[in-house]
């Protein structure tokens, strides 16, 4: 039972790597069309379905390999690594997924992702992962703020629900229209969010750096 307490979370954190890449090869591969010949007001994609549930189970093995880890004490060097890793390798990766080509109607992104808000995402991890990286490399606890965590949470419900609105997406009218500007105001929510939680890392790397220079 030790070493199975001691593997699970990063067995965890591993998985959600795999299912991450599977992600990705999924939605590379997907082309949204308007006209899609599925009969009803709605047509089904399975390939976005299949999509959401692969995000929606990695999303899940995030909640879980931390809280595993911390319960059994078994925090790993290894695991302190590659979570993180995972969690931005998920969250980027389907940003830039979703404010490619396949989502584009012709004249928007019908998944409401424009590329600049994967660069604003990408930007914000950047700059926490370099200040981590320096404050942790001095002893400097840099642990997850409750901001942090909260921006996860949306980020995670954000995600596959603008894919899941895409997969159902009405082929005409009214209703159609509505789809990308719903994904779009809410992802310009989860971005601001994402940007804002990068607020508090930056004040305590601010407070140490002016600490260190007292003298």
């Known amino acids: 039972?030790?070493?199975?307490?001691?593997?699970?979370?990063n067995a965890l954190t591993l998985a959600r790597v795999a299912l991450a890449v599977a992600l990705f090869a999924i939605l590379a591969r997907y082309r949204f069309s308007p006209a899609?010949?599925?009969?009803?007001?709605?047509?089904v994609d399975a390939a976005l379905l299949l999509a959401i549930g692969l995000f929606v189970l990695a999303a899940i093995t995030d909640a879980l390999d931390g809280h595993l880890a911390r319960r059994w004490n078994t925090v790993s060097v290894f695991g302190r690594i590659i979570d993180p890793f995972a969690d931005k390798l998920l969250v980027i990766g389907a940003f830039v997924m979703l404010a490619g080509p396949g989502f584009s109607d012709g004249v928007r992104p019908v998944s409401g992702v424009y590329p600049w808000m994967a660069v604003v995402v990408l930007a914000r991890e950047l700059l926490i992962t370099s200040i981590r990286g320096v404050l942790e490399g001095q002893g400097v606890d840099f642990s997850a703020t409750l901001s942090g965590k909260l921006k996860m949470i949306l980020q995670s419900v954000s995600i596959p629900m603008a894919m899941l609105l895409v997969a159902l997406m009405p082929?005409?009218?009214?209703?159609?229209?509505?789809?990308p500007i719903v994904n779009f105001w809410v992802m310009v929510v989860t971005v601001a969010v994402t940007a804002a939680s990068g607020a508090p890392y930056v004040r305590r790397a601010l407070l140490w750096a002016a600490a260190k220079d007292q003298p």
Not at 171 to 179: F, P, T, Y
């Open 1 to 9: 039972m030790p070493g199975f307490r001691r593997t699970l979370p």
């Open 36 to 43: 899609h010949p599925a009969p009803g007001p709605a047509h």
């Open 171 to 179: 082929v005409a009218g009214d209703r159609a229209s509505l789809v």
